[in-house]
């Protein structure tokens, strides 16, 4: 660990050399005659000597203080010129950078105050002169427009630094947004602040550029949701139409159809209708659907209690179209089949919920149940042929449970679209 070097006092230094060569000085001249006194007897010799002694002691005081003060000279003079080159080159790195770079006084609040120095390029690029900008501050040329941002000051004050965007005006009223960097310095004995200015034009454009472009796809998105619903309720349509001109026993079939087109093109409606375009709100589907399909089959308000716990959740439309397909054949099912004439309490349950990632969707109903032909072998009927092909669709497993009705258990994951390209 190195030791700290303290500061160098030059009165202090100055008056111990002093009082070091005082001290010797008295000893030497002291002992020097006490020894010729002691040693010669002879006057005139005596006389002699302490001349020769003096003149000595001047000869090597004046020797050794000559290269005292030559040694000084030229570390002062060393060091003025690594002052001059130091100051040279941060001068040159100061006018020559690519960016405005300004020292400001802090006035109240750590908002930047008056120039005390800016650099070339500030003044090429603002259009003034140094010296006329050593007379204004970043408020004379920040546009009325886009202010410093409140909080700049006091984030300055406590973290030493900050970072803002504003918008300078140059002499000519030409705009330019820059990036304004900060820090605290001590410039002269006073804090003040050090601020870089970057000229974010290009960066600005391509922001806007890609803004714009973001917002253009945005729009053929939605329309592309917009025509895909529309094309979907047209076909939807075109069934019920149809169905008023076949036979008793093909309707149903149509019917079906009909239902499973919608579940699709409710997808597309929320999507359209989706801040993102990407996601749905899985519980305003389901309710919306599930409403939809008892209007679709007839069903009176009542005659089928129907409970849907859904959490609020948002689902891509990777995993919510084959999801919706699968709600839509397994109630459609229970419509159909689980409530013969007679039966009272009729009841649809709907849960879906999502833990640690994994969603778990339960439909079940209190009606008479499915064959169990239908869960040990190979499903004969189309809607459950179609819902064990979605499961699989989804990579989910599924368990179907005839008691007191029946329930459908099904266990899957978000299906991530990138993952299967």
Same mark, same amino acid.
């Given at each position: ?45 005596? $006389?002699?000597? !302490? ?5 000595? +002691?001047?000869? @090597?005081?004046? #020797?050794?203080?000559?290269? =005292?003060? %030559? ?33 400001? $006084?802090?006035? !109240? ?5 008056? +120039?005390?120095? @800016?650099?070339? #390029?500030?003044?090429?690029? =603002?259009? %003034? ?33 900050? $970072? ?258």
């Amino acid at each position: 660990m190195q030791k700290s070097h303290k500061p160098i006092n030059p009165s202090n230094s100055a008056l111990k050399i002093a009082l070091i060569y005082f001290v010797i000085s008295i000893i030497w001249i002291i002992a020097s005659d006490q020894l010729l006194n002691l040693t010669v007897g002879n006057r005139q010799l005596f $006389t002699t000597l !302490a001349m020769f002694k003096g003149s000595l +002691f001047v000869v @090597v005081t004046a #020797v050794l203080i000559y290269f =005292l003060v %030559y040694r000084n000279l030229v570390s002062i003079k060393s060091s003025g010129e690594d002052l001059t080159k130091s100051e040279k080159k941060f001068r040159e790195i100061f006018n020559k950078a690519n960016d405005m770079i300004s020292v400001n $006084t802090m006035a !109240a609040g750590g908002i930047p105050g008056k +120039f005390l120095e @800016v650099n070339e #390029v500030m003044s090429k690029k =603002l259009g %003034y002169g140094k010296e006329e900008l050593l007379n204004m501050s970043p408020a004379d040329i920040i546009s009325p427009d886009i202010k410093i941002p409140e909080n700049t000051g006091a984030i300055l004050l406590e973290k030493g630094h900050s $970072t803002y965007e504003v918008v300078v005006i140059t002499r000519d009223g030409r705009e330019i947004p820059v990036e304004v960097k900060s820090h605290i310095i001590n410039y002269e004995g006073q804090d003040v602040s050090l601020s870089v200015s970057r000229d974010i034009t290009d960066r600005k454009r391509a922001e806007d550029k890609l803004k714009s472009s973001l917002e253009e796809k945005t729009i053929l998105l939605r329309e592309v949701h917009h025509r895909v619903n529309n094309s979907l309720q047209i076909i939807s349509s075109l069934f019920n139409l149809q169905s008023s001109y076949v036979d008793e026993n093909y309707r149903d079939v149509l019917l079906v159809s009909q239902s499973r087109v919608k579940s699709m093109a409710m997808i597309y409606e929320k999507l359209y209708q989706s801040p993102d375009l990407t996601h749905i709100n899985i519980k305003d589907y389901v309710e919306s659907f599930v409403s939809n399909l008892f209007s679709l089959y007839g069903v009176e308000t009542g005659i089928i209690q129907t409970q849907i716990k859904v959490s609020d959740i948002e689902m891509g439309m990777d995993t919510a179209i084959p999801l919706g397909l699968i709600i839509n054949e397994l109630v459609t099912n229970s419509l159909k089949h689980a409530f013969p004439d007679g039966i009272k309490g009729k009841k649809i349950q709907i849960t879906l919920n999502k833990n640690n990632g994994l969603f778990k969707l339960e439909v079940a109903d209190n009606g008479v149940g499915i064959p169990e032909t239908e869960i040990t072998e190979s499903p004969k009927t189309l809607g459950l042929q179609l819902v064990k092909s979605l499961v699989n669709q989804l990579n989910g497993t599924m368990t179907i449970t005839i008691k007191e009705g029946t329930m459908v258990e099904m266990l899957f994951k978000e299906v991530k679209y990138k993952e299967r390209l």
